[in-house]
């Protein structure tokens, strides 16, 4: 517990650093992705990774038709490749909650706001939802390990 006049106590640091380098984790992802600094971006996450994130809402017992891609040569190859790359995009992420499971594992939600402009498609994307992750730490970094996006609100019109 914090003590309001010496701070928090000496175990405490440690996990507050561990938790900032979660946030900052994750605020590389949103900036990387946007200014498409694709190796970069992959380079966030784990060899055996998992990107997925629903093309639609999926609250309410609707089915949020869930795309999924393994491994960051899948990853690179289907999602930078064949979705990301030709579009421009904007991610915001909000008060994470974040939670250190062990010392190289943890699990993160991050409600999030992205806007996602394909004008190859003449489509343009608005929606909300949260990003569930799970991380964990290779030779001292935390890495992405799992990330499943998910819709509350999904707006697609046309440009």
């Given at each position: ?61 609707r089915d949020g038709d869930t795309r999924s891609f393994t491994g960051l040569d899948a990853i690179k190859e289907n999602v930078v490749r064949g979705i ?76």
């Open positions: 517990m914090q003590d309001t006049v010496t701070g928090p106590a000496p175990g405490q640091f440690r996990e507050l650093a561990e938790l900032e380098a979660l946030r900052q984790l994750k605020a590389r992802y949103f900036y990387y992705i946007d200014t498409k600094q694709w190796d970069l971006w992959l380079g966030l996450f784990t060899v055996d990774a998992t990107l997925a994130w629903d093309s639609a809402v999926s609250t309410g017992g990301l790359n030709p579009t421009t995009s904007v991610h915001q992420g909000h008060t994470p909650v974040l939670e250190i499971i062990s010392d190289t594992e943890a699990r993160g939600i991050w409600p999030m706001e992205d806007i996602v402009v394909a004008t190859h498609l003449h489509r343009l994307i608005h929606g909300w939802g949260h990003y569930h992750e799970t991380y964990r730490k290779v030779d001292g970094a935390w890495k992405i390990a799992s990330s499943h996006l998910t819709r509350l609100l999904l707006q697609d019109t046309g440009l």
